[in-house]
C-alpha cells in the first residue's frame, strides 16, 4: 500500500527538482572529468554477448563425450557448493610491477604490495575479514 505511493512520488518531479538534478549531474561530469581516477578509459570495449542458439550449442564442443564431461562437471560443482557449510581461510596476496630500462638494462622494482587476510565464511551469516598484515 505504501510502495505504490513511494514509486508515483518519485515519478513525479517539479521544475526545480528537475533542475536541481540536472545541476547534480554536470558537477558529477565535472569531477569525473577531473579525477582520473573515476575516469573510464576510452578504450575500454564492453565484451560482446552472443545469445547461445542450437546450432551454437551443437558445435561448441569436438564431440558427445566432451558435452557429456561438461554436464558431469557442472553438477559436482553445484552439489559440491551447495554442500558447503562454512570454511575458515588464510589468504596472501602480492603484486609486483619491474621497470627495465633499456633492453639488456637490468630491471628494477617500481612497486610492491603485498596483504594477508584471515577470512571466515558461514552459510547463513556472511563473511568475515580480517586483514592480518599489509604493506607497500
Do not use: N
Amino acid at each position: 500500500m505504501l510502495v505504490p505511493l513511494i514509486v508515483a512520488l518519485l515519478q513525479t518531479t517539479t521544475p526545480a527538482a528537475t533542475q536541481a538534478t540536472k545541476a547534480t549531474k554536470a558537477t558529477q561530469d565535472t569531477a569525473a572529468r577531473t579525477d582520473s581516477a573515476r575516469r573510464t578509459p576510452r578504450t575500454a570495449k564492453v565484451p560482446k554477448r552472443v545469445e547461445v542458439t542450437p546450432e551454437l550449442y551443437r558445435t561448441a564442443f569436438a564431440d558427445a563425450a566432451a558435452r557429456s564431461l561438461l554436464a558431469v562437471a557442472r553438477r559436482a560443482r553445484s552439489s559440491q557448493d551447495s554442500a558447503l557449510t562454512s570454511y575458515d581461510a588464510t589468504t596472501y596476496q602480492r603484486v609486483s610491477a619491474g621497470i627495465a630500462v633499456s633492453p639488456i638494462g637490468r630491471e628494477r622494482l617500481a612497486f610492491r604490495t603485498e596483504q594477508a587476510t584471515h577470512v571466515r565464511w558461514r552459510r547463513g551469516t556472511g563473511a568475515y575479514v580480517e586483514v592480518t598484515g599489509a604493506r607497500s
